[in-house]
């Protein structure tokens, strides 16, 4: 059984730059949530994906986009990146968008906006 | 307005004794509490949960209790070890949208 994996695994860009980082999802797990965690904070919840469905969302600006495709796999977009982008990209996969599903996260993605 | 608080950024203790990690929050719609463990470089890890309908939930070395009247959870680590050093993540589930709403982290140092 394969783990969450994210790539890349660093990334730097600059200000106004476009930006899309992806991950694969647990083997049997059809629901996929994205975190960003700034230097020192917990993991803020961007968005979820449940059967290629936007199941909910954090208070991120529309410039923060997702996509999950038919094998569960999953894309975030970041558009127009700001310095405050900055941050660690998690991505967390789980059995279904539920009470007491217990999410399992990726390595994450560094981001780095000059 | 921070709805899961780790209110203490760092502890250390000494192998072999007892850590206590401890998380306050403010949501009485929480009803599902998780901890996550963070190694450097890596995404955290999944250690422990506990629902609502329980005060108490252990596994192993490792034992969560939840007081729901104080709005109030603490992690448990007995005996410590050098290997359980990193930062610990409480996180609580909405049960209206299902989001995860994690705290601030606790950076964990256990003393060989």
């Given at each position: 059984e394969t783990g969450v994996t994210q790539s890349p695994t660093h990334l730097i860009k600059t200000r106004g730059q476009q930006v899309t980082l992806r991950c694969s999802s647990q083997s049997g797990h059809n629901t996929v949530s994205w975190y960003q965690q700034a230097l020192g904070q917990g993991p803020q919840f961007i968005f979820q994906y449940y059967r290629e469905e936007e199941n909910g969302r954090g208070?991120?600006?529309?410039?923060?986009s997702g996509l999950q495709f038919p094998n569960y796999s999953s894309e975030l977009n970041v558009n127009a990146?700001?310095?405050?982008?900055?941050a660690l990209y998690l991505c967390a996969s789980s059995e279904?968008?539920?009470?007491?599903d217990t999410q399992y996260f990726g390595p994450g993605t560094r981001l780095t906006v000059l | 307005d921070q709805q899961v608080k780790q209110n203490s950024p760092s502890l250390s203790v000494q192998e072999g004794r007892i850590s206590i990690l401890n998380c306050d929050y403010t949501n009485s719609m929480f009803d599902y509490f998780l901890w996550y463990k963070k190694y450097p470089a890596e995404g955290p890890t999944f250690l422990i949960s506990i629902s609502s309908i329980k005060d108490k939930n252990e596994d192993g070395r490792f034992t969560v209790f939840l007081n729901k009247s104080a709005k109030h959870l603490s992690l448990h680590i007995v005996p410590s070890q050098p290997g359980d050093s990193a930062v610990y993540f409480c996180a609580a589930i909405?049960?209206?949208?299902?989001k995860y709403i994690f705290g601030t982290g606790t950076r964990l140092k256990v003393l060989a």
């Open positions: 208070n991120f600006p529309p410039r923060f990146l700001e310095l405050d982008d900055s279904v968008a539920g009470e007491g | 909405d049960s209206g949208t299902y």
